[in-house]
Each structure stands twice: as structure tokens, then as C-alpha cells.
């Protein structure tokens, strides 16, 4: 059973109030912080995974994620510095920074952006699919520190990192 957005933000109420980032000075952003909208993250054949919570204060800014397990269980949080959160680019965000790796004169078209794990969950991005001619030629991965890419369907290797 894969529970709904409403019942990840709820997990995320708790463990922003209650969870073990209480007390730890790393955590002190939290604070008076709500849960965001959560983000589904998929896996890289597009299957559901998880959700990704924004953890958000003040004006909106993100101070961190929490990740919801499909059965409702929070599996990690994370403090972030302003800026480093894929949770704060969408999709449409990701399509125009992505915009510039396509080449639309050679024919190339970019589907529609889906966030991922890329790997082990926790490595979020959003891959866009490019085709030419039709087929899928390469994936690109937007995070919120540049664009990478690879041929469309390949895993990464765990060896160049």
C-alpha cells in the first residue's frame, strides 16, 4: 500500500515537531517550520518510491526534507542550507534550466521532467527524457547544482563516483 500526499505531509507534521532533529543544533531551522507539498520521487523505470517533504519556514524557504517510506514510515531527514533542496525546483523550473541542453534545431525534444532517485534514494533530481528521432537518446538530471546527463536507459556507474 502506497500512502497519499495528504498522510506523507502528516508524518512530516510529526517528525518536524517530534522526531530526532529535536534538540540537535543542526536542526535549528526547524523550528516552527510546516511540511510543504510533498513530492512523489520515482524510481528510474518510473515506478513510485517514496515521498519527499519539503520542510519549510517563514516565507516559504526550504530548511530541510523528510522522506516517507510508501507504508507511511519516515525514513530520514535532512537539514539544508538555502538553495542545496531538489525539493525546491518543479518540474516546470527544471524544464527551463534544462531547455538549454536541447537541441532543437538537430531535432531533439524533451519530455515531460519526472523526480528521481538516481541511484540510492536520497540522490533526487529531475530527468527529462530527450528524444531524436523519436527514440529516447539521453537523460538529463537537473539538481539544484547544475545539469548531468547520460544515455537514456543506462544506469549510473557506481565506479566514477
Known amino acids: 500500500m502506497f500512502i497519499d500526499a495528504g498522510r506523507a505531509r502528516e508524518v512530516a507534521r510529526r517528525e518536524i515537531a517530534g522526531g530526532p532533529a529535536v534538540g540537535d543544533p543542526a536542526f535549528a531551522a526547524w523550528q516552527g517550520a510546516e511540511p510543504g507539498?510533498?513530492?512523489?520521487?520515482?524510481?528510474?523505470?518510473?515506478?513510485?518510491?517514496?515521498?519527499?517533504?519539503?520542510?519549510?519556514?517563514?516565507?516559504?524557504?526550504?530548511?530541510?526534507?523528510?522522506?516517507?517510506?510508501?507504508?507511511?514510515?519516515?525514513?530520514?531527514?535532512?537539514?539544508?542550507?538555502?538553495g542545496t533542496a531538489v525539493a525546491a525546483l518543479d518540474a516546470a523550473e527544471a524544464a527551463r534550466r534544462a531547455e538549454r541542453e536541447i537541441d532543437r534545431e538537430a531535432g531533439e525534444t524533451a519530455g515531460t521532467p519526472d523526480l528521481v532517485h538516481d541511484g540510492p534514494p536520497g540522490r533526487e533530481a529531475?530527468?527529462?527524457?530527450?528524444?531524436?528521432?523519436?527514440?529516447?537518446?539521453?537523460?538529463?538530471?537537473?539538481t539544484p547544482g547544475g545539469i548531468y546527463e547520460r544515455?537514456?536507459?543506462?544506469?549510473?556507474?557506481?565506479?566514477?563516483?
Do not use: K, Q
Request: aromatic share 8%.
Open 37 to 82: 507539498e510533498p513530492l512523489l520521487v520515482r524510481d528510474l523505470a518510473g515506478r513510485p518510491a517514496y515521498w519527499l517533504v519539503p520542510v519549510l519556514r517563514g516565507e516559504g524557504s526550504i530548511v530541510g526534507t523528510v522522506r516517507v517510506l510508501p507504508d507511511g514510515r519516515p525514513a530520514a531527514a535532512a537539514a539544508l542550507r538555502e
Open 126 to 142: 529531475w530527468r527529462i527524457e530527450v528524444t531524436w528521432r523519436g527514440r529516447p537518446s539521453r537523460w538529463l538530471f537537473v
Open 151 to 161: 544515455p537514456a536507459g543506462e544506469a549510473r556507474d557506481e565506479n566514477l563516483e
